[in-house]
């Protein structure tokens, strides 16, 4: 995804609404349900870039559009895990009366078990509780920022593991023979991988802690006990409330984030209502 440049001409028919002075944004004046303009597109991503997270209310979108719209800022993810819409496998169901979705319930950046993680991710909601099931973002970049100077040398050059079995564990996810050996498969496909802890956003260029409690397991160039306590740190530091968003959701509410310099919570304070998302999942670069 390129950012525009000053020069472009943008048809600026949306309307953005800055929410919070870290991150977060609403846009209106477009159904994401059509073919994706050109001008519209380079809108969508400028103020991505420099909101974080966009929230669109209001739009009923199929299986089928929600993957064309994604598809416009890159290739999109089939997740190992959870189920997908037959017809549209690029969309995967988050559905708490078919799958154990508590891994949402933590803070987490998407899919950094991948060498390559998502750039984004689109999400619509498709059936929610009377109350409760909100979800938080954070800013990765304002986490970063804040931090002192000589905290901020001491990251610069350390790597972390990152690991799919952190959020996805064998006694939640092989629990029958045919999930087991799907699991074993998506463990040999998906070995840890190691990321920066501090990764530098491909366009803007801003830095950003990159690691989240979903997937990350150790700063590996540190002993095990100080890579725990700095990790603790930083999980905790990384979602203090002035970086963070907190949205409730109203049906065909949807949101695109950039994975890249957020991490995100689902709350899972509804039960035993059911909740019902549907997600597409837009690949990304190395980090570097």
């Known amino acids: 995804m390129a950012r525009p440049t000053d020069s472009e001409e943008i048809v600026m028919s949306l309307h953005v609404t800055p929410l919070s ?3 977060g944004a609403i846009v209106g004046g477009i159904d994401l349900r059509q073919p994706l303009a050109d001008a519209d597109q380079r809108a969508i991503e400028r103020a991505l870039l420099d909101h974080q997270v966009l929230f669109f209310r209001a739009q ?3 299986p ?19 189920p997908n819409i037959p017809e549209q496998p690029e969309v995967l169901v988050l559905d708490t009366a078919v799958t154990d979705v508590r891994d949402n319930a933590i803070w987490h950046t998407d899919v950094t078990f991948l060498e390559t993680p998502a750039l984004g991710a689109v999400l619509a909601s498709k059936q929610l509780p009377a109350y409760g099931g909100d979800t938080l973002w954070a800013s990765s970049s304002a986490a970063f920022e804040a931090l002192s100077k000589p905290l901020q040398r001491l990251l610069d050059g350390l790597t972390a593991s990152h690991d799919f079995t952190r959020s996805f564990p064998l006694e939640r996810f092989g629990n029958t023979p045919e999930a087991l050996e799907r699991y074993h498969e998506v463990q040999r496909q998906h070995p840890p991988v190691s990321h920066p802890v501090v990764r530098t956003h491909p366009v803007t260029g801003r830095r950003g ?9 150790r700063i590996n160039e540190l002993e095990p006990a100080e890579s725990d306590a700095l990790l603790r740190f930083l999980f905790a530091h990384s979602t203090r409330p002035e970086f963070t968003i907190r949205w409730r959701w109203q049906e065909n509410d949807l949101a695109f984030w950039d994975n890249r310099i957020t991490q995100h919570y689902a709350v899972d304070d509804y039960r035993p209502a059911r ?3 549907h997600r597409a999942t837009i690949l990304g670069d190395r980090p570097h």
């Open 21 to 23: 002075t870290a991150l």
């Open 60 to 62: 009923p979108i199929e």
């Open 64 to 82: 089928s559009q929600q993957a064309a719209f994604a598809a416009r800022f890159g290739e999109l993810h089939i997740h190992p895990i959870y």
């Open 209 to 217: 802690l990159f690691v989240n409690e979903g997937f990350t397991t």
């Open 275 to 277: 909740r019902v998302m």
